[in-house]
């Protein structure tokens, strides 16, 4: 089930004079409207962690459960689609995998472009390889969405986690495996953090199919240690892969972002981006998101005036293929254990960005908005019905006018764990003036 908002019904252009009129509906005096709608899956469950991944894509949106429970197959996960209509998000589809078991945790990675989503389930075992981990592409059929095809890593070994993170575009898909040590008689065998490079190939089915065409293993020692690819963005000439717990300069966990870029048969690291005033366990890296030519990077480690993982994200700029640093972003009258840059996902002149600790755990998540060259806070969104250790913040997802929050560990009526997420629409997008209307004296 889903909850609509309680505006659902009732004339919108109305409806926004009156909130526009009423700071009790706006969380920053002055702040761009962002209307809330809560949903949960129609067929929730306690532990199912629904919220654990927020993707939006226009008017289509993502939101998996990857811990979820299906036909008596424990951690099988599913993955919920929700679709727009006018202001107000409706569940329309649940995506599962073709070859379904207990224990794969479908939905630990989505990422979409345009009619494609790509799903992994990084602990699945895959002909008697424990965790080798896969990925599941769909892609959209009029208003549905159907199985495509199925991934898996060139070389395929146990624990190796393939489906870690995810992150595509038109071109290039990307999917980071965890890498594996494995010990036997003869000694033991490691497979290094990686980043699988696909490309769409041949017509498959439903649309084109894609095929593997390179590889790329961390590039410093401590790679299985640095969490190489656990974050990934794709921006149109630049490949950013995070490694949010990379030792850099003596620093532990201060992490960095490597940037590839292509030279014409190949993916070569170009540059190794860092904090200019990190330090040890900020895990810079943690998130990336990329737009054009800004990308925000997230450390949510990073200490401000004394406080302790309060959290930073970093503005980073292309400028002739350099990527340099434009602005640290924080939080106003931010605190420790915030966690503030756990994710980040950018779009045009708006920035959204969780931070899952603040309050117990409750979580919160700020947008940030474009005001010149600069980025300013522009508001905080926080639900008032959030409990300690909900972690609402924990994934977001951003597009357009339509944010997107989840909160996989809330309890659904008693349901501990169940998990919801929260759709935020900024009724002024893309044109602000038709926030600007006389009062409509019409009641609702």
Request: aromatic share 10%.
């Amino acid at each position: 089930m889903f909850d609509k908002p309680y505006w659902s019904g009732r004339n919108p252009s109305r409806f926004l004079v009156t909130l526009l009129a009423s700071a009790a509906f706006i969380s920053t005096a002055g702040a761009t409207p962002w209307l809330p709608q809560k949903v949960v899956a129609s067929d929730g469950a306690a532990n199912a962690w629904f919220g654990s991944q927020t993707v939006v894509s226009g008017n289509t949106a993502f939101i998996s459960a990857p811990n979820a429970t299906v036909s008596g197959r424990e951690s099988q996960g599913t993955v919920y689609v929700f679709t727009k209509s006018g202001i107000t998000w409706s569940q329309t589809q649940i995506l599962e995998p073709s070859d379904a078991a207990a224990g794969m945790h479908f939905g630990a990675g989505i990422a979409v472009n345009g009619n494609t989503a790509v799903i992994t389930a990084p602990i699945a075992d895959q002909n008697g390889v424990v965790w080798q981990g896969c990925a599941y592409v769909f892609v959209r059929l009029g208003t549905t969405w159907v199985y495509s095809q199925k991934l898996t890593s060139d070389v395929g070994v146990q624990y190796d986690t393939f489906g870690n993170s995810v992150a595509m575009n038109a071109n290039y898909l990307l999917i980071s495996s965890g890498g594996s040590t494995t010990v036997g008689p003869g000694g033991s065998t490691t497979i290094p953090r990686a980043v699988h490079i696909f490309t769409p190939s041949i017509a498959g089915a439903f649309g084109p199919a894609w095929a593997e065409v390179q590889e790329i293993t961390s590039p410093v020692v401590d790679g299985n240690y640095g969490s190489f690819g656990g974050s990934m963005a794709v921006g149109s000439d630049s490949l950013l892969i995070g490694a949010r717990s990379a030792t850099v300069a003596g620093s532990i966990g201060r992490g960095s972002v490597y940037v590839y870029k292509y030279n014409g048969s190949a993916w070569t690291m170009a540059d190794n981006l860092t904090a200019s005033d990190g330090a040890a366990r900020d895990n810079f890296g943690v998130s990336i998101s990329i737009d054009g030519t800004t990308a925000m990077i997230g450390a949510p480690g990073a200490a401000t005036n004394g406080n302790t993982s309060q959290g930073a994200v970093y503005a980073f700029n292309e400028t002739s293929g350099v990527w340099l640093q434009q602005q640290k972003l924080l939080v106003a009258n931010g605190a420790a254990l915030s966690l503030f840059g756990a994710s980040v996902s950018l779009s045009g002149n708006w920035m959204l960005s969780g931070a899952y600790g603040v309050n117990n755990r409750e979580g919160a998540a700020y947008l940030f908005r474009k005001n010149g060259t600069s980025w300013i806070q522009d508001q905080a969104l926080v639900p008032t019905d959030l409990s300690p250790g909900d972690v609402f913040g924990y994934n977001t997802g951003l597009d357009g006018g339509t944010a997107l929050v989840g909160a996989f560990n809330a309890t659904v009526n008693g349901a501990t764990s169940q998990g919801a997420a929260y759709f935020y629409t900024n009724p002024c997008y893309p044109n602000p003036t038709i926030c600007i209307a006389a009062a409509d004296p019409e009641p609702f």
